[in-house]
């Protein structure tokens, strides 16, 4: 089967620029996630989708994050505007049904911020 | 929320060298899972532990997870430059939220 597809792989931007990150998971995972990973440390959940609803924000900085799954099925991650600590790789993730049985994650996209 | 902790952070070992890794919690863990995340990629699934005391081998590779649950290891006989990555452990939380909260990692670098 197709794995998770994120694009773009690498994003260069200057601070207070907008960037959207793109994730299409496996065909049928109801469960949707975005993770950040800081060089260095694990992946810190920034927000859970269950088809296209909400069930976990509570990491996600909303005053510049902002993240949708329109339809239930693929979804974007925006940062508006970037800040130079938004510098990471930001991962999506998805599962059938909570994580029950396991989750696969795409390769993620790069984000440098100038 | 879980706040797992991994040690080392870094280890550097030569081919066929045998190492321990360990992740520590100060809550109990219903279940654990590790991960090996390879440079430009996510992390993948290596194998999750459920019942304490529990022994699981993949390969090179033994898994154990405490017998409180609180603490699991990995350890890997006659290690291979293809086992060089990112190797994490993670809490998949309760039933019904299932989002996964990750450890800081141990890098492991495999010298040929």
């Known amino acids: 089967e197709a794995g998770v597809a994120q694009s773009p792989r690498y994003k260069i931007i200057e601070k207070r620029q907008s960037v959207a990150f793109w994730c299409n998971p496996i065909s049928g995972h109801a469960t949707l996630y975005w993770y950040q990973q800081i060089l260095g440390q694990g992946p810190k959940l920034l927000i859970q989708?269950?088809?296209?609803?909400?069930?976990?924000d509570s990491q996600l900085p909303k005053d510049r994050f902002s993240a949708e799954r329109l339809k239930g099925v693929d979804s974007t991650l925006k940062i508006q505007p970037a800040k130079l600590e938004d510098s990471a790789v930001y991962l999506c993730a998805s599962s059938l049904a909570g994580g029950d049985y396991g989750y696969t994650f795409g390769s993620g996209t790069r984000l440098t911020v100038v | 929320t879980q706040l797992l902790e991994q040690s080392p952070q870094f280890l550097s070992i030569q081919e066929g060298e045998n190492l321990t890794v360990y992740c520590n919690s100060s809550s109990v863990f219903s279940s654990l899972q590790w991960y090996r995340q390879e440079p430009g990629e996510g992390p993948v699934l290596l194998v999750t532990v459920v019942t304490g005391g529990e022994v699981k081998k993949l390969k090179r590779l033994t898994f154990q997870f405490g017998d409180a649950r609180k603490d699991s290891s990995l350890h890997i006989t006659a290690a291979q430059p293809g086992d060089t990555g990112l190797y994490l452990c993670?809490?998949?939380?309760?039933?019904?939220?299932?989002?996964?909260?990750f450890g800081s990692g141990t890098r492991l670098q495999v010298q040929p």
């Open positions: 993670a809490d998949p939380g309760d039933t019904g939220r299932r989002a996964l909260t």
């Open positions: 989708f269950q088809n296209n609803g909400v069930v976990d």
